[in-house]
C-alpha cells in the first residue's frame, strides 16, 4: 500500500503591497477597523499584466527545488483557484504550458478558500491508487481585479489578497509518515451567502455593458452568517479528522487553517482548545488569500522552522459553496 507525501513546499506573493491606509484613500474605512475585525494590516496585489498561472509558476519552482525534483518529474498537475488568466480554460493549463510539461493532466479545482483541501485530497488519492507518482498541487488567487475598490464594496475589498503557493505530493512506501485522512463537505442551500453573480450564463449575452455598471459583478457575502458557520465547521471538521485516525487535540503539533479573519482562527483555536503557539497565522500580512492561503501558510511555517519531521500537521479550510474540509498528515 503506497503513502502520499509532501516532500516539497514553496510560496510566492507579488511585491506591489497594499496597506490599510492605501485603501483608505479609496474607500470610507480606516486602518483601526480592518485591524480589529479582520487582523489584516496588509496584502500583495498584482500589477497589470500578472496571471494567475504566473503566480502558481513561481511557487511551483520553488516547491520543485524543495523536493529536489524537476518539472520533468511531474506527472499531474492539479491547480486550486477562483481565477483564471482567462475566462476559460482554467489555469492549470496556462501552468502546464509554462511548465514545458506538454501531455502532462492537469486539472483545475474551483472550491473557493477550500480548494486547496480538495486538491490535496485528490492528490492523495490518485497516489494511493497508484495511478501517479509526483503530483504538483498549486493553490493561486488573484482576487484584487475583481473587488469594487468604492465604499460601495469595502467590506469585501479589505479582506482579500493575491498570492501562490504549492506542494509537490509524492509516493511513498513509508507507512507511518504522509497524508493520513482528508475530509471534505459542501452545502450548496448556502452558495448565495458568498458569491458573485454576473456574469451568468441566465442571461443572454451572458455580460452586457449595462451590468458592468452595477455593483452585482463583484463579489458578495453576507459577512456575520458566514462568520457563525466558519467557527463552528472548522472544528468540526478537525475533529472529524482527529476521530478517523484516533488521535486528539493534544497530539496535533501544528494547526494551519485556511486565513479567513484573525478573528475566526482564534475562535476555532479555542474551541478546539489548541494553545496559540500550535497555530499558524499570517492573516496581516497576506489577508485572505483564498485557495493560496493554506499552502504559502504551509511553506513560510516550514521556512521558519515551525514544521519538523515527524510533527502531526492539520490543515483545515472554510469557505465559499459552503465547502469545507481538512487534511491530516504526519510531515
Ligand atoms: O474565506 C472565506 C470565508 N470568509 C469568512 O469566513 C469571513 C467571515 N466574515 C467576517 O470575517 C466578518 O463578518 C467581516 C470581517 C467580513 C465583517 O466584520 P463584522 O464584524 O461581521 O462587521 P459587519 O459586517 O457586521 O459590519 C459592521 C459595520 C457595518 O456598519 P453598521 O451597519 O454597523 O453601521 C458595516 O457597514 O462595519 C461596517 N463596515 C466597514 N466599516 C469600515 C463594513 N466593512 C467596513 C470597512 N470599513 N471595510
Known sequence: MLNSKIIGVGHYVPERVITNHDLEQWMDTSDEWIRERTGIITRHWVKEGDTVSGLGLEAAKKALDHAGLKAEDIDFIIFA????????????????????????????????????????????????????????????????????????????????????????????????????????????????KLWCEWPSVTHHPRITKEMCETDRIYPKMEGRFVFKYAVTYFPQVVQEALEATGYSVEDIDLFIPHQANQRITEAVAQRLGLPWEKVVSNIHKYGNTTAASIPIAMSEAFQEGRIKDGDLVCLAAFGAGFTWGSVLMRW
Open 81 to 192: 483557484s477562483m481565477a483564471s488568466d482567462h475566462d476559460f480554460p482554467g489555469a492549470g493549463c496556462f501552468l502546464q504550458e509554462k511548465m514545458g510539461l506538454p501531455g502532462v493532466p492537469s486539472m483545475d479545482i474551483r472550491n473557493a478558500c477550500t480548494g486547496f483541501i480538495y486538491a490535496l485530497s485528490t492528490a492523495d488519492k490518485f497516489i494511493k491508487t497508484g495511478t501517479y507518482k509526483n503530483i504538483l498541487v498549486v493553490g493561486a488567487e488573484i482576487q484584487s481585479t475583481g473587488l469594487d475598490l468604492s465604499t460601495r464594496g469595502r467590506d469585501m475589498a479589505v479582506l482579500f489578497g493575491d498570492g501562490a503557493g504549492a506542494v509537490v505530493v509524492t509516493a511513498t512506501e513509508e507507512k507511518d509518515k504522509g497524508i493520513l485522512t482528508t475530509h471534505l463537505h459542501a452545502d450548496g442551500r448556502f452558495a448565495k
